[in-house]
């Protein structure tokens, strides 16, 4: 995963960054969300050559899983994608962190 200014380089979320639960935001802003995230992610698929759209559609099934948190940190007003298990292994209870 990427490292953005609120996060420390093992993805553990700094003091005051934030959930956001996905179904607050509208389409357009969450599409946006999801587009920018996807165009920054580094994920190697291997052989396998997985659509722009389909990287998307696989990001926005983790957030509705629960698999994937919507993350903002409002010092670098920037959003994050972090994987669920991730932050809880760094203490993470879903709580404005902080």
């Not at 992610?41 to 948190?69: I, M, N, P, W």
Request: proline share 5%; net charge negative.
């Amino acid at each position: 995963m990427p490292s953005d200014a609120g996060f420390y380089d093992d993805d553990a979320p700094q003091p005051g960054v934030i959930e956001i639960p996905y179904q607050r935001l509208s389409a357009d802003a969450l599409d946006a969300i999801l587009e920018e995230f996807v165009s920054r992610e580094g994920t190697d698929y291997g052989d396998y050559d997985v659509s722009f759209d389909d990287k998307k559609a696989q990001v926005l099934s983790q957030l509705r899983q629960g698999a994937a948190t919507l993350l903002f940190d409002p010092v670098s007003q920037t959003c994050h994608i972090e994987m669920t298990h991730v932050l809880r292994a760094h203490g993470w209870s879903g709580e404005q962190n902080g």
